[in-house]
């Protein structure tokens, strides 16, 4: 996991620099438990110091009161980034983007506009987070449009809220009803079947494609071993070419080169299908057609089979 604080290190337009920055002391990176004490424990800005350091960094580009923005309002982050919790991604990480977009806050924060920079970045921190949850929480896309991603982001807590305000009877009731998709769909303004493609999707769990092997050696099966298409990779089309040649014009030049009895005896034993789906004459029915023995119709089966390759390697 890359660490939140990684997202406060001295890089970028909004890097943490100067003397206020560098006399904390800061917990090792990797241990979230370390951070999130540390940085409750850093000063909170008063609104004077808050407005002041805003204009020094609009006017005069000063790093060192960047940094003093940012990290007073770290705490901020960790707490909306608990809010996300319940979609299974490290809140670490969470964290992190947060912070990206604390940091993206700071820098357009402008201090004339009358509000409180908690109030102002609170935007910009979930918007982060929902881009990351959106990119991370499933290899497939879940949410791509305005309504969609509304819709994602509200479905889990009101399903909840739905469970809450249940009878005792109905408080295992996990799929939504036809009354509450309903409701959802009217306060999220977006259509029924939706609301249940989005509650599908979200009660799906993933599937690995390429599971690793098993504890006894076999190797498991999964997706990747029939989810390929390689119908129009060139290899395979031109192997696929050089095999319909072979089955048409390769067998038909094979054929030639035989006598022919030899041909009839291919022909019989490995070309001709009747109507019932039944072979050719067996070695007995053409020894007796040929007054030979069985064991004499194989061999000649045998050389011509041989002789049969000779060509087909020859056409290849």
């Known amino acids: 996991m890359t660490h939140a604080l990684a997202t406060v290190a001295?890089?970028?337009?909004?890097?943490?620099?100067?003397?206020?920055?560098?006399?904390?002391?800061?917990p090792p990176l990797g241990n979230l438990d370390a951070y999130i004490s540390a940085i409750n424990r850093l000063p909170l800005l008063t609104l004077e110091e808050e407005q002041d350091a805003a204009r020094r960094l609009r006017e005069h580009n000063d790093l060192e009161a960047a940094g003093r923005l940012v990290m007073s309002h770290l705490r901020l982050?960790?707490?909306?980034?608990?809010?996300?919790?319940?979609?299974?991604?490290?809140?670490?990480?969470?964290?992190?983007?947060?912070?990206?977009?604390?940091?993206?806050?700071?820098?357009?924060?402008?201090?004339?506009?009358?509000?409180r920079l908690v109030s102002y970045a609170i935007h910009w921190i979930k918007a982060e987070i929902h881009?990351?949850?959106?990119?991370?929480?499933?290899?497939?896309?879940?949410?791509?449009?305005?309504?969609?991603?509304?819709?994602?982001?509200?479905?889990?807590?009101?399903?909840?809220?739905?469970?809450?305000?249940?009878a005792d009877g109905d408080t295992h009731r996990d799929a939504l009803s036809d009354e509450?998709?309903?409701?959802?769909a009217r306060g999220l303004?977006?259509?029924?079947?939706?609301?249940?493609?989005?509650?599908?999707?979200?009660?799906?769990?993933?599937?690995?494609?390429?599971?690793?092997?098993?504890?006894?050696?076999?190797?498991?099966?999964?997706?990747?071993?029939?989810?390929?298409?390689?119908?129009?990779?060139?290899?395979?089309?031109?192997?696929?070419?050089?095999?319909?040649?072979?089955?048409?014009?390769?067998?038909?030049?094979?054929?030639?080169?035989?006598?022919?009895?030899?041909?009839?005896?291919?022909?019989?034993?490995?070309?001709?299908?009747n109507d019932d789906g039944s072979g050719g004459m067996t070695l007995h029915e053409l020894a007796a057609e040929y007054g030979v023995s069985a064991e004499r119709i194989r061999q000649i089966e045998v050389a011509a089979m041989k002789k049969m390759r000779k060509a087909l390697e020859a056409y290849a």
């Open 131 to 166: 881009e990351y949850i959106l990119k991370n929480w499933r290899m497939v896309k879940v949410a791509t449009t305005k309504a969609q991603r509304k819709l994602f982001f509200n479905l889990r807590s009101m399903k909840q809220g739905f469970r809450a305000d249940a």
């Open 180 to 184: 509450q998709v309903g409701a959802v």
């Open 189 to 273: 303004n977006v259509k029924p079947e939706e609301v249940r493609e989005m509650e599908m999707r979200l009660s799906g769990g993933d599937v690995l494609l390429d599971p690793s092997p098993s504890d006894d050696g076999e190797d498991a099966f999964g997706p990747i071993a029939y989810l390929s298409d390689a119908t129009y990779e060139p290899s395979a089309r031109l192997e696929a070419t050089q095999r319909d040649a072979m089955a048409t014009e390769g067998i038909t030049q094979a054929m030639d080169a035989l006598d022919e009895r030899s041909r009839r005896i291919v022909t019989e034993r490995w070309l001709k299908v």
């Open 77 to 115: 982050v960790v707490s909306i980034s608990r809010q996300y919790l319940g979609y299974g991604l490290p809140q670490g990480d969470l964290i992190q983007e947060g912070n990206v977009g604390l940091m993206k806050a700071v820098k357009r924060f402008d201090p004339d506009q009358g509000v």
């Open 10 to 26: 001295p890089a970028g337009p909004l890097a943490v620099a100067g003397s206020w920055s560098r006399s904390l002391t800061l």
